[in-house]
């Protein structure tokens, strides 16, 4: 069965604390594991996509990162503004997404 | 810069009613999404759209549920006699290529079904 579990469901840390969200995916026909970002009361945000294991991407304070079963979101010294929903969503061939269920990080300064 | 903008941004019904949303999606992308997303942040894929033809209706509850994008018009989904169950955000996205590459997402429209 196709499935995509994120952990933890939610994640407080201190403003400078780092720490890593995961999400493992048992998907047939994957195209892509894509992480999102999404603030209360809007859309998605496309933050990174990697298609094969080993592929590492960063962005600012973000880095990604994938293997065959699983994808890290390593987030260094976050800051107050970092506090959003993470997603992480896995393409499959027919043309749309499988979403896990999100990460809510808040960062306390 | 360029969005998808979905309307309205609330939208709420009496059981029974008829729930009507909209998306535009942005100029020059030829694929439209419609993902329901319910409590605990479940997506649940809807509907895809390349131009006006019908790309992928496998998540479609089809007995209430219909969509559409024709030309010069906003993308819309209608809902005939809403249940409770149908109170989601509902999000549409636009894409230039195939597959889930370069999704933009809207704000979502929340529907509230009472």
């Known amino acids: 069965e196709d499935q995509v579990t994120q952990s933890p469901e939610a994640l407080r840390l201190q403003e400078g604390e780092s720490s890593s969200l995961n999400c493992s995916y048992t998907v047939s026909g994957l195209r892509g594991l894509f992480w999102y970002r999404q603030d209360p009361g809007k859309g998605p945000e496309f933050l990174f996509t990697?298609?094969?294991a080993g592929e590492e991407k960063e962005k600012e304070r973000l880095k990604a990162t994938l293997t065959k079963k699983e994808s890290f979101l390593h987030i260094t010294a976050p800051k107050p503004e970092d506090s959003a929903t993470y997603l992480c969503?896995?393409?499959?061939?027919?043309?749309?997404?499988?979403f896990g269920t999100g990460t809510s990080l808040t960062v306390i300064p | 810069g360029e969005e998808v903008a979905q309307t309205p941004k609330h939208l709420v019904r009496g059981e029974g009613q008829k729930a009507k949303l909209y998306c535009a999606p942005i100029k020059g992308h030829s694929y439209v999404f419609w993902y329901q997303q319910v409590l605990k942040n479940e997506f649940k894929f809807l509907i895809s759209?390349?131009?006006?033809?019908?790309?992928?209706e496998t998540g479609m509850p089809k007995e209430r549920f219909s969509a559409k994008c024709l030309p010069n018009s906003p993308c819309s989904l209608e809902i005939q006699a809403t249940k409770l169950e149908d109170s989601a955000v509902y999000f549409c996205?636009?894409?230039?290529?195939?597959?889930?590459?370069?999704?933009?997402f809207g704000s979502g429209t929340r529907l509230t079904v009472v």
């Open positions: 990697l298609y094969s």
């Open positions: 996205a636009s894409s230039s290529l195939m597959g889930t590459w370069g999704y933009t």
């Open positions: 969503a896995v393409g499959h061939t027919g043309n749309q997404f499988y």
């Open positions: 759209f390349q131009n006006e033809n019908v790309f992928d």
